[in-house]
């Protein structure tokens, strides 16, 4: 491996390697996504010895200045476990999203060339990735493009699951409210449109001094996390959960709170069903075809969500 070059930019010895282990795959184990992120990195320029060259500038055409992250692009199988980095650049703390297009082009082109199809890309919500999405004309209406390499197919975009529970998460703790659509309220019989953070505080305040709490795992560190918490979708799941959820229920049942906390605690039901379906890893939750019944519950339930948020 040491004489592997792995040098900024779309690393195409490793499609050389990537080649091999794709004679031995099907076409459904050909299927693939690429995922990108930036990761932070400790500024400083040093001299690689092995290659006598400079590492620590940014290497994305059209930026300059010392790097601050690394973006790095990783292909992973759909219906087989695997992944394998195969492209990473470094960046600055300001990126023009738009730059991204021609790296991603090149990567589903190299994928393609050793027998891989790449069907979706992933990214989190951040401003370079948005700017990404629209030098590729992808909007809310229509996420996806025509394949580069397969004219016939879609090439799709997608949000990084992990990313949006966090941006939901951290918009109800700014004190945001969420309006559900009249339709929605009227077809599930809620008494009001408002999802807010308020019963969440209340609840809080209510269980603070019990030994036994309702919802063990919310506390007030969760509903006013620090930066590192901010980070963890397991805190912002402490929210999104089935026991936040009963102990809302719980405190208007009990405790003679107002209905409109079950517009609160219907959505948090909502949204802890929809992270199960698209982070399951089980044939049972997963989006699978072994029953049907389900199946169609499950897209049923995923299109409602896609009204939802995009009335």
Known sequence: ????????????????MLKLKAEGMNNMERECVLTLDEMAITPGVELHMG??????NV?????????????????AGVTTRWKQIVAYHYSGNSTDG????????????????????????????????????????????????????EQHRRLYFMADVPHLVKNLRSALIRGQTITIPQDVVHKEQLASS???????????????SMELKLAPKLSRAILEPNHFEKMKVSSAMHIFSKATSAALRYLVEEEQRPQSYLVTLWFLEKMDHWFDLMS??????????????????????????????GA
């Open 1 to 16: 491996m040491q004489h592997v070059k792995m040098e900024p930019g779309v690393l195409m010895e490793v499609f050389k």
């Open 51 to 56: 290659t006598g060259r400079l590492f620590g």
């Open 59 to 75: 290497t994305l055409p059209g930026h300059t200045g010392q790097a601050t992250h690394a973006c790095v692009f990783m292909l």
């Open 98 to 149: 738009s730059v991204y297009q021609p790296i991603i082009i090149a990567i589903v082109e190299a994928a393609a060339s050793v027998g891989l199809h790449v069907i979706n890309i992933t990214s989190d919500m951040g401003s370079p990735n948005r700017a990404m999405w629209k030098s590729f004309g992808v909007t809310q209406d229509k996420p996806w493009i025509p394949h580069p390499v």
């Open 194 to 208: 408002v999802v807010s953070v308020d019963p969440l505080k209340d609840l809080v305040s209510f269980q603070e």
């Open 280 to 309: 399951s890893r089980n044939v049972v939750t997963a989006l699978s075809l072994f029953k049907m019944e389900e199946y169609e519950k499950a897209i049923h339930f995923l299109q409602d969500s896609i009204h939802r948020f």
